[in-house]
């Protein structure tokens, strides 16, 4: 990138504070996810009715009794948020990640040390784009996976249907979107459309994966679905030369969960998005880290407080990864930081070329 391409980006994005009025805590004890005794990585959401612990509740009555485990902890969200103090509010967030999409294919070909340090910064190679990438078949069987889960626990399990939907602008969001909440039987007062919103978006790294598709695009591949206000035409967090921190990505997770919370009276939330950010959503609510699988989706029952005063937060500079400006020698089972191994005639980029952000819209 050119110098004044440079002083450019950093002008739009030298801005220091934002205020956060919420406090986040995830409400443990409902879910199998939230308990340290659940093994992430051998975890099945479908098999698990989303992780709904059976269990009896405070709220439970005579009238409730024959009612299944989601009707009765639908009751007792109800009686929760009838009980909580005017600035406190229980939401039910459900999580979802994308399918697998042709940038995680290509992950596993390359394998990840020559993934980060080289190909992920290519648009692809002689046969796959994985910049903004689609999903790959296996990534569409997955949604369908999902489909056919939300289509049983609507219809049989009595799993309230969500109130309001939100997706990452990313192409594998918008598509696992469309395919997760196609052809539901949804109450006819919350349809399925789903608002696009920037900061939904995967941690902003150097991959080309992580640059989304401009306005015009996404409205002509998926025409029914409204942007958030101030959405813009074109990408103006991607640079491809520093990207966000995870502390930087924690701040802007706030901003949108601030957003939602304060805008949207729903209870029950779909938020199609990504590994990186829900890892991200999820520290911000304060939840344990419960890493997820293409295609896998986790529910957060959280509460939110809106506190007397704002509290300003600063976000932190984006920065540089290191990187090789052509391909590995040979694949490093030493990657670590600063760890590409680079051809001699490629030297490794790992310093800072430029300390910029915070940014915010
Ligand atoms: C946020 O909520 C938690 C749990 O309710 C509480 O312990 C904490 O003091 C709150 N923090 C602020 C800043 O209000
Ligand atoms: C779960 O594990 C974390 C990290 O090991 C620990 O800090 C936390 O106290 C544990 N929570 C419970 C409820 O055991
Ligand atoms: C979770 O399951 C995986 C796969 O079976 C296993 O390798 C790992 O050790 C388990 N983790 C814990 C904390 O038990
Ligand atoms: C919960 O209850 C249902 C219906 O009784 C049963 O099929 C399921 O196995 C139970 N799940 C757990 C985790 O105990
Ligand atoms: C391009 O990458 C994909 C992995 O996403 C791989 O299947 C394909 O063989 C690669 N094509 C070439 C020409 O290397
Ligand atoms: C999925 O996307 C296609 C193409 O934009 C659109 O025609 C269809 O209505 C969408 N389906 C849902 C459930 O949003
Ligand atoms: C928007 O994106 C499309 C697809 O990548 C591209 O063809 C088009 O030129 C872009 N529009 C502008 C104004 O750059
Ligand atoms: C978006 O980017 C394209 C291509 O770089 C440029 O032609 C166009 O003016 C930009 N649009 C806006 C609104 O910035
Ligand atoms: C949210 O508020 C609007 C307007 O007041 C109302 O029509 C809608 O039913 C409410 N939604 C929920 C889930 O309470």
Known sequence: MKLSTLAAVHAALATITIATSMNYTTVTGYFLQDDNATNATTFDYTTTNLGLINRTYPSDTSTTQTQTQWQRFTHHLTTL??????????????????????????????????WNCYYSLLNGNATTSWADPTLTEEGIEQ?????????????????????????????????TA????????????????????????????????????????????????????????????????????????DVRSRTVLDDIFSNDNSTYISIT???????????????????????????????????????????????????????LVTSASSFGVGGCLCPSSAAPVTTPLISIGPFRR
Request: proline share 8%; glycine share 6%; with cysteine.
């Open 178 to 249: 469309n395919l997760t909440f196609s052809g539901l039987d949804l109450p006819a007062k919350y349809p399925f459309i789903p608002t696009i919103k920037e900061f939904l978006r995967e941690g902003i790294s150097l991959h080309t994966c992580d640059r989304r598709h401009n306005r015009t695009y996404i409205a002509s591949m998926y025409p029914d679905y409204p942007f958030e206000a101030g959405f813009a035409e074109n990408d103006t967090y991607w640079t491809g030369v520093v990207g966000e921190t995870p502390d930087a990505q």
């Open 143 to 175: 949604a369908l996976v999902a489909n056919k889960f939300f289509a049983h626990a609507l219809s049989e399990s009595g799993m309230p249907a969500p109130q309001s939907y939100y997706t990452s602008p990313m192409q594998r969001c918008l598509a």
């Open 273 to 327: 998005s990504h590994s990186g950010e829900i890892a991200s959503l999820l520290r911000v609510l304060g939840h344990r880290v419960f890493s997820l699988r293409t295609g896998a989706v986790i529910p957060v029952l959280v509460k939110a407080e809106t506190m007397k005063d704002e509290v300003s937060t600063s976000t932190p500079s984006f920065t540089i990864s290191p990187h090789c400006t052509a391909p």
């Open 81 to 114: 948020n009838a009980n909580t103090p005017p600035h406190t509010t229980h939401k039910l967030l459900i999580l979802g990640r994308h399918g697998e999409g042709h940038h995680n294919a290509a992950e596993s070909f390359y394998g990840t040390p020559a």
